[in-house]
């Protein structure tokens, strides 16, 4: 669910409870190349099972079916215990310390498979692992046995329901992952009141954090990376006592931190200058449409239009995803989105999809319209199995070839 802001970097540090790390030297190197069916051009060791799920996830909400080998990749990817690792570039080498299994790659995993259907077998051991490293108050963190966080309690909770299981009755010591939300929601009063925190400082005390609170609203509604537009509802702070009003108190806060920032979210990441922070703003959108704060969510979508296509090219295929996440939470054509056809940038980082129905749909009609041309459906369709290749993402650097 973000990286997440962008998922995949805060994932790769939150086991260590430090920033997320820069961004390696983004020229390939000739001697690595990437599997095939990979998306995205960069180096996937930290972020390779995220952006692929991202990538899918994206994809099957806009009517595309992703080409076979890059979900057969994916399948690959899991380890025998059930769970995924960031990146695995022998799938058919055993899971060690060196591909230890997360919650997060796991979770998006399980998000994109169970959308696309047929993958119960995969997805149904993906939740057993998950169960099996829920933390004693009823989250989970980065890793197994790491202290739980916002972000990562959250995609499990959207994981889980993706997959048919009711996440509050999902328990460990009879508490649930929202007893675990709940502890990381600050109270309405003072600083960042309303929001959600990464996880406790070492004093035990929270820091509100816009990020985490994005995640955090989506599970503490129980929902998952893609939320269906419509519903309108207000946002305002009281007592976090349930999920509810928790994921109520985390849209109000992100919903006056976008009015603040003319409708986007900054970075504040550690000694780096203040600059927007697109994906971050695209998840709150998301959070905020969950909830039905769609005013906001709908003037932020707006800001996203016109400033984050330049991001999205240099980020790669869960950026793409991101603002597809964003486009259709708020309606929002994801097609035209500021002038950019978002679906056919994602699809160009990766491996050509199958064609789309929302394609096919337009050649039939067009077929039927000069039934006499020698140019008919199969011509159209054949033109829409072609895609570009592929683009960068925030992790770069040496690439790797692997074959299916």
Not at 81 to 110: E, H, I, L, Q
Not at 129 to 139: A, C, E, P, R
Not at 146 to 164: E, H, P, Q, R
Not at 388 to 400: A, N, P, T, Y
Request: with cysteine; hydrophobic share 40%; glycine share 12%.
């Amino acid at each position: 669910m973000n990286v997440r802001s962008s998922a995949a970097a805060l994932a790769a540090v939150a086991v260590i409870g430090a920033a997320a790390p820069a961004a390696a030297d983004p020229s390939p190197s000739p001697s690595r190349a990437l599997p095939s069916a990979l998306y995205g051009s960069t180096d996937p060791q930290y972020d390779g099972v995220w952006r692929q799920s991202l990538a899918l996830l994206a994809q099957d909400t806009v009517g595309v079916r992703p080409a076979e080998k890059s979900v057969r990749w994916l399948v690959r990817q899991q380890c025998a215990d059930g769970g995924f690792a960031a990146y695995r570039a022998d799938p058919a080498a055993a899971c060690d310390a060196k591909t230890m299994p997360d919650t997060n790659a796991t979770s998006a995993a399980v998000q994109a498979l169970a959308a696309l259907g047929g993958h119960d077998d995969v997805t149904a051991k993906a939740v057993g692992w998950l169960k099996s490293v829920q933390n004693d108050d009823g989250g989970w963190g980065y890793a197994p046995g790491g202290a739980s966080d916002t972000n990562s309690t959250s995609i499990v909770v959207g994981a889980l329901a993706a997959a048919g299981e009711k996440p509050d009755r999902v328990e460990k010591d009879g508490r649930s992952p929202f007893d675990a939300l709940l502890k990381l929601a600050l109270p309405c009063d003072g600083d960042g009141g309303g929001a959600f925190a990464f996880q406790p400082d070492k004093k035990g005390e929270l820091t509100a954090n816009a990020d985490a609170t994005a995640a955090g609203v989506l599970g503490a509604l129980g929902r998952g990376m893609v939320v269906e537009p419509g519903g309108k509802s207000g946002a305002t702070c009281a007592k976090p006592g349930t999920p509810e009003q928790a994921a109520g108190n985390g849209a109000a806060y992100l919903s006056a931190a976008l009015a603040e920032e003319d409708d986007h979210l900054m970075s504040a990441l550690a000694g780096a200058e203040p600059q927007p922070d697109f994906g971050n703003t695209a998840d709150a959108v998301v959070a905020l449409a969950a909830h039905g704060a769609t005013a906001q969510a709908e003037k932020s979508v707006r800001w996203l239009e016109k400033n984050a296509a330049d991001w999205a090219a240099r980020s790669g295929p869960a950026a793409y995803a991101q603002l597809i996440f964003a486009a259709h939470a708020t309606g929002t054509d994801p097609r035209d989105f500021g002038g950019a056809d978002l679906v056919k940038r994602l699809n160009g980082t990766g491996p050509a999809p199958q064609a789309a129905a929302a394609d096919t749909a337009d050649a039939k009609k067009d077929d039927e319209k000069d039934s006499g041309s020698p140019f008919g459906v199969w011509w159209y369709v054949g033109v829409c199995l072609v895609a570009g290749v592929g683009i960068g993402f925030l992790f770069s650097g040496r690439r790797k070839q692997q074959q299916l």
